[in-house]
């Protein structure tokens, strides 16, 4: 059957935002538009397709057997639309539209960030949208096309690009070292005042380490917590207590003499960065093209290691 004369792409946009978001209000936000507005652009579609699209309940909406026919061929259509928007013209990829990126915070702004400029500025057409948070984004309902993410992963139904490995790193301001001293073994951290992460609303109040067969877990205690690994990192470069935190994102502190890289003869624990993509949908050349670009630029970070510029603690 053919499609109706006057259906219109940004009908079909909404209702792929709808299928993800999995309510009309979300939706209807993540695009900029009034619920009202959302509502009759769902009603006028369904009234030229002559078919029911959803579900309706109280508290969310639901694909019928059509809507979920129409999602899988709207997806296609839709992004092979995108991509031939993009390869016309001037016989050059012009990528051109908006991409939400999720990320810790952290990493965010120490190395995303710097990242992005030099994308952006090679591609005027395109616009960043950045979503700073150690919390998890589910992409299958939020307005995301790309999320960063440390550690394995559980989720089957996501792509994902290895984008680079780092360890952890104990570190220390130098006033905070000379105030109280360098610790010598894991266990001495039990004396010091430490920063633990929250993730998942659980503290991270276990630090292990490993030197050969040994291994050590240490529970940390300290003044201060927080859920946002960026104030953790501030805390420590202040003075205020020691912080055991992935090496992309002290890098530049350690460097700078900011902090001081501690037990650097005991490793610690070494982890992915991936960026994930929601397998469920088409991904446009512009994202793509982007998660190209990360994956060379952190590919880059290998040759920074921490190297002989980097002060250490001399305790072990």
Not at 164 to 184: D, E, I, M, N
């Amino acid at each position: 059957m053919e499609a109706p004369a006057d259906l219109q792409l940004p009908q079909l946009r909404l209702f792929l935002r709808l299928a993800d978001a999995g309510t009309l209000s979300a939706a209807a936000r993540q695009l900029h538009l009034t619920p009202a507005a959302a509502s009759a652009s769902l009603k006028r579609l369904e009234s030229l397709l002559k078919v029911r699209l959803v579900e309706r309940s109280t508290r969310s909406l639901r694909l019928t057997p059509e809507g979920e026919l129409l999602r899988e061929h709207a997806q296609r259509a839709l992004g092979s639309i995108d991509d031939a928007m993009a390869l016309l013209g001037a016989r050059r990829e012009r990528l051109e539209g908006e991409i939400h990126i999720a990320a810790p915070s952290d990493l965010g702004r120490q190395r995303l960030g710097p990242m992005l400029d030099d994308f952006l500025a090679q591609h005027p057409g395109l616009r960043v949208a950045l979503h700073l948070s150690d919390a998890m984004h589910d992409l299958r309902r939020e307005q995301v096309d790309i999320a960063l993410r440390y550690g394995l992963l559980r989720d089957s139904g996501l792509v994902a690009r290895h984008l680079h490995t780092t360890t952890r790193v104990l570190v220390a301001a130098p006033a905070y070292l000379a105030a109280h001293g360098s610790p010598a073994h894991p266990q001495d951290l039990e004396r010091h005042n430490c920063l633990p992460l929250t993730l998942g609303g659980r503290a991270q109040m276990v630090w292990a380490f490993a030197k050969g067969a040994q291994t050590v877990e240490v529970r940390v205690h300290g003044n201060r917590r927080a859920d946002d690994g960026g104030l953790v990192r501030e805390w420590a470069v202040q003075g205020l207590g020691l912080a055991y935190k992935s090496r992309l994102d002290v890098l530049a502190d350690l460097r700078a003499g900011r902090l001081v890289a501690l037990l650097p003869q005991w490793t610690r624990e070494s982890f992915p960065l991936h960026a994930i993509l929601p397998g469920s949908r088409h991904v446009p050349l512009r994202v793509r093209r982007l998660v190209d670009w990360l994956a060379e630029r952190f590919a880059r970070v290998e040759d920074e290691g921490l190297g002989d510029t980097v002060r250490v603690s001399p305790a072990d």
